[in-house]
């Protein structure tokens, strides 16, 4: 199936979890947070939370600003 | 300083200077400018991450300060509101500096749309700290609103044109109970004074010290003018005079 992560599409298999997506992108899953659809996925949540066709995900992290 | 804590959101502060981690050469040049600074609160951005397993992080010079997320590139209420969201859920807290920017040229606040988001955040527990105009009416409505702090600017953000209206300050500082931090336009360390000098109760800025030649130097100076316009401040200024008064004796010349 392909999600979109930060505008860019993403192959991945069927029902994979977000901790997979952040797994497979080598994202530091304790330094970021995750939004699909517009809502928030709490991080305790991200080993069962799946994704499905089509999803919009964005991946965010702080970094320096005022 | 202990006996005149800065108190934000029923917490106590030694330092009335808050600065931003934006626009510094590496990491290391922002942690040496933070230090300087004195401050205890930083604020920092969210942004989508591209994964750079190893490298050093934000987070890693930050260690020990209080993080204040900002939504600065925000443009309606619900991208401010969505970003506050994803920065609680980064796990550090419920701090949020809200900004909703009008439009690119000026970065003025959008008024109406700060005030929807800043009613959403209160009711879902955020400590929110609105970036605002300088305008007594608008800090009134965002203090009702449930907002911990208000925060004018003085000039365009990353102007450094430094407090261009005063007066409003000073309109502002009357309308609302909560603190006043002056967020934006500062530009050098008599700016920073001058606004404690009106009876503000802090500074927020980032490109006052990131934008100078020597960044390390100025958060120092901006420290210092913090400081000196804080003591000027509850010392109570002498009222202005048109005319000469002399210092000296007026008897006892020679003649």
């Known amino acids: ?66 | 300083m202990n006996s005149d804590p800065f108190v934000l959101a029923g917490k106590s502060y030694r330092s009335r200077l808050l600065v931003g981690t934006g626009k510094y050469k590496d990491l290391d040049e922002t942690r040496a400018a933070t230090k300087a600074s004195g401050a205890e609160i930083v604020t920092v951005a969210v942004r989508r991450l591209d994964p750079k397993p190893g490298e050093p992080s934000l987070l890693d010079a930050l260690a020990g300060y209080t993080l204040l997320p900002n939504t600065a590139g925000c443009y309606t209420a619900d991208e401010a509101i969505r970003t506050a969201r994803l920065a609680r859920e980064l796990g550090m807290t419920e701090f949020v500096k809200l900004e909703v920017i009008g439009d690119e040229i000026t970065l003025f606040p959008d008024a109406e749309a700060t005030l929807a988001a800043a009613r959403v955040l209160v009711k879902e527990g955020f400590v929110v700290l609105p970036y605002t105009n300088d305008d007594p009416i608008m800090a009134k409505k965002l203090e009702d609103a449930g907002c911990a702090a208000v925060m004018p600017l003085a000039a365009p953000i990353g102007s450094g044109l430094g407090i261009r209206n005063p007066y409003n300050l000073r309109m502002v500082l009357d309308a609302v109970k909560v603190p006043v931090i002056v967020d934006a336009g500062v530009g050098t360390a008599s700016d920073a004074a001058e606004a404690l000098e009106l009876g503000c109760h802090a500074v927020l800025m980032n490109t006052g010290i990131a934008g100078a030649k020597h960044p390390v130097l100025m958060a120092e100076a901006m420290r210092l003018g913090v400081e000196a316009g804080r003591k000027a401040f509850l010392a109570g200024r002498m009222p202005r005079r048109l005319h000469a008064h002399a210092s000296s004796p007026e008897v006892g010349l020679i003649e």
């Not at chain 1, 999600?3 to 860019?8: D, E, I, R, S, Y």
């Open chain 1, 1 to 66: 199936m392909q999600v979109t992560v930060n505008g860019k599409l993403v192959e991945l298999p069927a029902n994979a979890s977000v901790a997979e997506l952040l797994a497979r992108l080598k994202f530091d899953a304790a330094r970021v947070a995750v939004e699909r659809n517009h809502e928030v996925v709490p991080r305790r949540t991200y080993g069962e939370a799946r994704l499905s066709e089509g999803d919009r995900l964005e991946v965010v992290g702080f970094v320096g600003g005022g």
